[in-house]
């Protein structure tokens, strides 16, 4: 369990994460939400110690995140952002290959092949494990990315907008493999997300953020409906239901 | 297709060695007259000082790279260089050429290295503070400060009694001609202790690779491995600096020449590529000069200019490849 409590972030003066508290709970896929600007990925680059807090604490199963080793808490929690820029030329299979890292610093033993392999496999990237990462398209550079979490072995999994550039299939390819990581694996993961339909059909738990402050957090089915979007987007948005999802029509909101 | 990689990497890094121990070969062996053992191991010396300094340069230039993420800078960015020049223009203006700072030779390059050295440490002090300020900021706040120890050092030298002058600039130059013998074994030193220390550096610093996010992803400690290269690249070119003189490009050049000719992100590999190409151009341009251009030119020469072409063409390159 990753408990946050009140958490502060300035920039200069701005405050851009303020006082937020949340808990993360185990086995659920929880979406960050909200408008531009709402504090979502620097909240998560702080849960990931990517940054650190003004004030405030993350709690991972009762510890300070601060105080536990980078390379203990690297086995444990998984963060990918968004802009992955590498100036070196790798192929899939050695980008992989690095999600081991902690645990055999770069000497990867026969248990390392087999959960690259299966990474690989996992992210459908078997047959171009040896091509080059300039030479793939954004969507199987993600696919790369993610797979590189994913053999990294943790219980957690933090991604940072993963369906940026992505289009409508590959999108719902990565969010199916997600789903498919915590009911099947029994992983954490927790997205920040920019379409809140994909955060409506596959998430277990949605946290709003607006303005650096907390606003909505709870289970999905309760924070998907006009009220609850209205307070987070200054939107009117009608929720309608298909096959049993809940999808918001914002389009021509006003 | 890994292992042919591998594999051709292998055969690449043999011929560099093939390379370098015939132009080490070539520079000892090659027209030597008179009394042998007289001539033998003052070329020795010479060729021990090259490929200190030729080392030193490369290996510090891939870390800082690396570190940087920024394939066009150099450590002299910091501005260790022209500390070092500010220490021998000032014991020249002050104390003259004859004071004991020049003429005793382990002072002087004590002086020149403890004085580089700490002014990178003082200026990583109060600017890397990665949470606060990027890293481009320090890079900055030395380049211009070396601007400024630059014009600091002009001054001096507009000032300085000619005479003064003429022997000061033979310390401003790089020079492999009066390598200062006794030198030679405590930078040796130096080197191999920073190599003992580096080598558990190397599989973070592939990592790095990967940009800061994905190096703390991994479990890499960024801030504490940021500092150490630093430190490290410090005294490596310290080191070069106050064994033979500043040498701006020869990092560049090895290290860029290194990341084309062998293809692998792993920094074993890489340092032993650059440094073995490193060698090369020192050795083996040392020896051009002396053979083939009659001392009419120096190596620094080559190298500064060479180099400067070399630095347009990936200034070109890169800005193309932001273009297309």
Redesign the interface.
């Known amino acids: 369990m990753i408990e946050i409590k009140g958490i502060t972030k300035f920039f200069g003066k701005k405050p851009v994460v303020e006082d937020v508290s949340v808990t993360i709970e185990t086995g659920k896929i929880t979406s960050f939400i909200g408008p531009n600007g709402a504090g979502k990925s620097t909240l998560l680059s702080m849960v990931s110690r990517l940054l650190d807090s003004d004030t405030g604490e993350v709690l991972l199963d009762k510890t300070d995140v601060k105080k536990l080793k980078s390379k203990d808490f690297a086995k444990r929690v998984a963060i990918l952002r968004q802009s992955n820029f590498i100036n070196v030329r790798l192929t899939i299979r050695e980008l992989v290959s690095f999600g081991r890292y902690p645990y055999s610093h770069g000497r990867l033993t026969p248990e390392d092949n087999e959960k690259i392999d299966e990474a690989l496999e996992y992210m459908n990237l078997v047959d171009i494990q040896h091509k080059f990462l300039d030479e793939l398209s954004g969507g199987q550079k993600q696919r790369a990315f993610i797979s590189m979490v994913i053999a990294q072995d943790t219980e957690y999994i933090l991604l940072d907008e993963p369906l940026n550039n992505l289009d409508m299939k590959h999108s719902v390819q990565i969010m199916k493999i997600l789903r498919k990581l915590v009911d099947d694996l029994g992983k954490t993961v927790v997205i920040v997300l920019h379409d809140i339909n994909f955060a409506s059909v596959y998430s277990d738990r949605i946290v709003a953020l607006k303005n650096g402050r907390l606003v909505k957090d709870g289970p999905t089915s309760e924070i998907i409906n006009t009220e609850s979007l209205r307070e987070v987007y200054d939107m009117n948005i009608p929720v309608q239901e298909q096959d049993g999802c809940k999808i918001c029509v914002y389009f021509q909101s006003q | 297709?890994?292992n042919s990689i591998k594999k051709t990497n292998t055969i690449k890094i043999l011929c560099l060695v093939a390379l370098a121990i015939l132009s080490i070969a070539g520079f000892l062996f090659y027209n030597i007259q008179g009394n042998f053992s007289y001539a033998f191991p003052k070329r020795v010396y010479r060729v021990a000082a090259m490929i200190i300094t030729a080392i030193a340069i490369a290996y510090a230039t891939v870390m800082f790279q690396t570190v940087t993420?920024n394939?066009i800078l150099t450590p002299s960015m910091i501005g260790v260089d022209s500390m070092y020049e500010v220490v021998q223009t000032v014991i020249y203006f002050f104390l003259g050429s004859a004071s004991v700072f020049v003429v005793d030779r382990y002072l002087n390059f004590g002086t020149s290295i403890v004085a580089m050295v700490l002014f990178a440490l003082l200026l990583y002090r109060f600017l890397f503070r990665a949470?606060k300020y990027p890293i481009f900021l320090l890079l900055l706040a030395g380049m211009i400060i070396g601007t400024l120890l630059g014009s600091l050092v002009s001054f001096l030298q507009v000032m300085i009694d000619p005479v003064e002058y003429l022997s000061l600039q033979n310390k401003l130059f790089a020079s492999f001609t009066n390598v200062k013998s006794e030198l030679v074994g405590i930078s040796a030193v130096i080197l191999i202790a920073c190599f003992i220390y580096g080598a558990f550096l190397m599989?973070d610093l592939?990592?790095m690779?990967?940009?800061?996010?994905?190096a703390?992803?991994?479990?890499?400690?960024y801030d504490k491995l940021v500092l150490r290269v630093l430190i490290l690249a410090s005294i490596l070119i310290a080191t070069s600096t106050a064994l033979v003189g500043p040498i701006t490009f020869l990092g560049l050049i090895v290290s860029n020449l290194a990341?084309q000719f062998l293809?692998t992100?792993r920094h074993s590999i890489l340092i032993l590529g650059a440094s073995l190409i490193s060698i090369i151009a020192l050795v083996g341009g040392q020896f051009l000069v002396l053979h083939v251009f009659n001392l009419n030119t120096t190596i620094s020469v080559i190298i500064n200019f060479v180099g400067g072409i070399y630095f347009i063409y990936l200034l070109l390159k890169q800005s193309k490849g932001v273009a297309g």
């Open positions: 297709m890994q993420r394939r949470d599989r592939d990592v690779n990967l940009g800061r996010d994905n703390i992803n991994l479990g890499v400690n990341y293809v992100y």
